[in-house]
């Protein structure tokens, strides 16, 4: 599925929305759908990364706009999406890219039980998990997903400019919602988005649908979200180190790669693409492949994702 060809040229007058677009893999990817003739709306909680963002694009002469967005708030969402719609003069959506997201809490939940509860006693009751990364990560995709099936059946302009194809669904899991990961909260939302893709792609092959539907799980990858992790006590760079020292970083342009072929290769719908060192790789989830398992193996091996300890 990765060899086949990135179809730039369709690219060219869609109407595209990025969240999390103010930065890392969501910005990395609009600057190269943008530099493609799209009309993109970064959609980002970030107001001033967002409009400098869209501003550097601007510049350059492609069709970018910025739409401050909490992707967690359907009113802030629904505001979002509709201004993607009328940005682009076929005042509809044709592709949404859900990047938005939040790095993962600093550890395990029984670690985070025994540290915010020293002793347990009938005396004292427990405290409460934090839900922001869940709300995040799985409720806001969950809500930003729903907004792009709707606002694909706007229809287009009249006098707008045509394009082909069917709509294009793009959702981000990560490598942490395919393996065991010792942050709690961001590997359950990640896997959760790999339940929210599998029963999509169930509804994106009904002979009436408008849409495809695929998926990135990337691995380590130098973005402000990872390079910023901090789980306190000089963790952040011992994190990074780590990442470096063991060859781990898989580059921008792999995931970027895997999401415009995604968006522009109508062979491609119901895919699942991870991340690695040396680039995309589908990683066959579905019922004939084993849902992914041994193309994790294989790759847990070649990227030495294994050896150095985060895939066990």
């Known amino acids: ?33 943008a530099e493609h003739g799209a009309y993109v709306t970064l959609a980002d909680l970030n107001k001033d990364d ?48 859900l990047f938005a997201g939040a790095g993962g809490d600093p550890s395990n939940l029984v670690k985070q039980m025994e540290q915010e509860n020293p002793e347990a006693s009938h005396d004292k ?19 930003s997903a729903k907004l792009a099936l709707y606002y694909f059946r706007v229809p287009a302009a009249a006098d707008g400019p045509q394009v082909s194809g ?43 649908s408008n849409f495809s539907v695929n998926l990135l ?20 760079q011992k994190f990074v180190d780590a990442i470096e020292s063991s060859g781990l970083w898989c580059p921008v342009e792999a995931g970027v790669n895997a999401a415009t072929l995604s968006v522009t290769n109508e062979e491609v719908n119901g895919r699942s693409f991870g991340t690695w060192p040396y680039g995309f790789v589908d990683l066959m989830e579905d019922l004939d492949h084993g849902y992914g398992g041994e193309k994790l193996r294989e790759h847990a091996e070649k990227s030495n994702y294994r050896k150095a300890g985060v895939i066990v």
């Open 1 to 33: 599925m990765e060899t086949l060809p990135i179809k730039y040229e369709t690219l060219k007058n869609k109407s595209i929305i990025i969240t999390g677009g103010a930065s890392g893999l969501g910005l990395a990817t609009a600057s190269v759908w």
């Open 50 to 97: 967002g409009e400098a963002a869209a501003a550097d694009l601007t510049a350059k002469g492609y069709k970018v706009s910025f739409v401050q967005c909490d992707v967690t708030d359907w009113t802030s969402s629904v505001a979002a999406f509709k201004h993607a719609a009328n940005f682009s003069p076929r005042k509809t959506l044709d592709i949404a890219a």
């Open 125 to 143: 009751d427990p405290v409460e998990p934090s839900a922001k990364v869940v709300k995040i990560n799985l409720d806001g995709v969950i809500k």
């Open 166 to 208: 069917k709509k294009s669904l793009f959702l981000i899991a990560s490598l942490a919602g395919y393996i065991d990961y010792d942050s709690t909260h961001y590997c359950v939302s990640k896997y959760g988005v790999r339940g929210l893709f599998r029963s999509l792609r169930n509804a994106s092959k009904n002979p009436d």
């Open 217 to 236: 799980a990337p691995g380590y990858t130098p973005t402000p979200m990872v390079l910023k992790y901090d789980a306190g006590e000089g963790s952040r």
